[in-house]
Each structure stands twice: as structure tokens, then as C-alpha cells.
């Protein structure tokens, strides 16, 4: 089946530093991607929508200047930390669509901010 | 807006019990609907999923029936295995309107005891 990629699976950093989570499907095309987070013990939360050749759309309340997207080609979405603080220490997951009715998930980025 | 509702856990059981994990959902659109599965420090898998009312999914012996008229998704497996402890999540996608992003249910922890 399909398969998608994150990379790196887990990151520590200094606070006030950036952090780069890629997301990749490996064996079909994605136009678009999903960058979800997830706190301890709880459901996905919907970040944004990662667009190929435009921008992301981003949920209500998550802020686009500190969380930075780009969707470089039609197998890669990016997204950047910014000015990493402790609050942002979570499981990040992507996800990409595979026609009409499925999406594959990555395996998640834990994100551990000192 | 979208919403999925899940049976509260955690769910503790003996193995070879009977499963029951509860799924409802509310959607403007035609939905299609899933359970994923997520094991500890893993991103999710999907598990199975149903796209139009009164199909049945099934994986691994775990079940789930689209049930348009009670807008449920309940998930069953006859006998359970100490390997399916995991968090389990019911998810709906309504490519009409949300152009195939996910809403997930809060999650259910499954622990079978040996």
C-alpha cells in the first residue's frame, strides 16, 4: 500500500531555535498534505492543509507565521517550527491522500523543546 | 461542522473477550469513515474503513459497519489479543466539503490482559 515518510521521527532542541519536519509520500503523487498534532492521550488536532504550488490554509487558532509550511513538490511537504518554545513540544503527523476516499498517515515527528 | 464521537475509555479486558468501541458521528456531507489504530510512540495505521452506508469494513478481525440511519461506525473483533492494546480512533473524512481532511474522535485505549 501506500506509504508516507516523516523525517526526522523525533527532535530536541533549544528553546528559541527552528525545527524542520519533512513529510514525504513514496510511491504517489500528493497535492495536497495534512499536518496534524497530537498532545499526550489526546485525539489529532488539524493544523493546516499543505497546498502544492500555493499556500497552506491554516485552522482557526494555529498561527502561520509560527508554524511554517511548504508543499516543495508533488511527494514533499515541509514544515517549520519557528522560535520553538516548550509549549510547542508535541507528536506532529502528516498526512496525504490517496484518491477520493483514503489518506495515509506518517509515522509522526516527536517534537521535545527545552 | 463535522464531529465523531467516541466511546470514553480506557477499556481493559481479558483475552478472547468481546470488543465493543462505540463510534457516532455528525457530517454535512456524505462521509466516509474509518478506525485507525495507533500502538505506543507510533504514528497511526488505518485499520479499516467503510465509504458509503451499510458496507462493512474489516481487518485483522476487527469489524465495523456504516450505519447511516444511527450515524455510527462501532467497531467490533470477536476475541481480543494481548498484541491489540493500542489507542484506537474513529475518524471521518467528508470529501464533499472538507476535500478528504480528517476528524477524529478523542481516541479509546484498549488494554487486553493476558
Known amino acids: 500500500g501506500a506509504v508516507v515518510s516523516q523525517h526526522p521521527s523525533w527532535v530536541i532542541c533549544k528553546s528559541g531555535t527552528s525545527v524542520k519536519i519533512e513529510c514525504r509520500s513514496l510511491?504517489?503523487?500528493?497535492?495536497?498534505m495534512f499536518w496534524y498534532r497530537q498532545f499526550p492521550k489526546q485525539s489529532l488536532m488539524l493544523m493546516a492543509t499543505s497546498n502544492e504550488g500555493s499556500k497552506a490554509t491554516y485552522e482557526q487558532g494555529v498561527e502561520k507565521d509560527k508554524f511554517l509550511i511548504n508543499h516543495a513538490s508533488l511527494t514533499l511537504s515541509t514544515l517549520t517550527v519557528t522560535s520553538a518554545h516548550p509549549e510547542d513540544s508535541s507528536f506532529y503527523i502528516c498526512s496525504a491522500p490517496s484518491g477520493r476516499e483514503t489518506q495515509y498517515f506518517g509515522p509522526g515527528t516527536r517534537l521535545l523543546v527545552l | 461542522g463535522d464531529s465523531v464521537t467516541q466511546m470514553e475509555g480506557p477499556v481493559t479486558l481479558s483475552e478472547e473477550a468481546f470488543l465493543t468501541i462505540n463510534c457516532t458521528y455528525t457530517?454535512?456531507?456524505?462521509?466516509?469513515l474509518f478506525w485507525y489504530v495507533q500502538y505506543p510512540g507510533e504514528g497511526l495505521q488505518l485499520l479499516l474503513k467503510?465509504?458509503?452506508?451499510?458496507d462493512k469494513g474489516s481487518n485483522k478481525g476487527f469489524e465495523a459497519t456504516y450505519r447511516k440511519e444511527t450515524t455510527s461506525f462501532h467497531l467490533e473483533k470477536g476475541s481480543v489479543q494481548v498484541s491489540d492494546s493500542a489507542v484506537y480512533f474513529c475518524a471521518l473524512s467528508d470529501r464533499d466539503t472538507n476535500a478528504g481532511k480528517s476528524t477524529f474522535g478523542d481516541g479509546t485505549t484498549l488494554t487486553v490482559k493476558p
Open positions: 510511491d504517489f503523487q500528493a497535492t495536497t
Open positions: 467503510a465509504t458509503k452506508a451499510d
Open positions: 457530517a454535512t456531507g456524505y462521509p466516509s
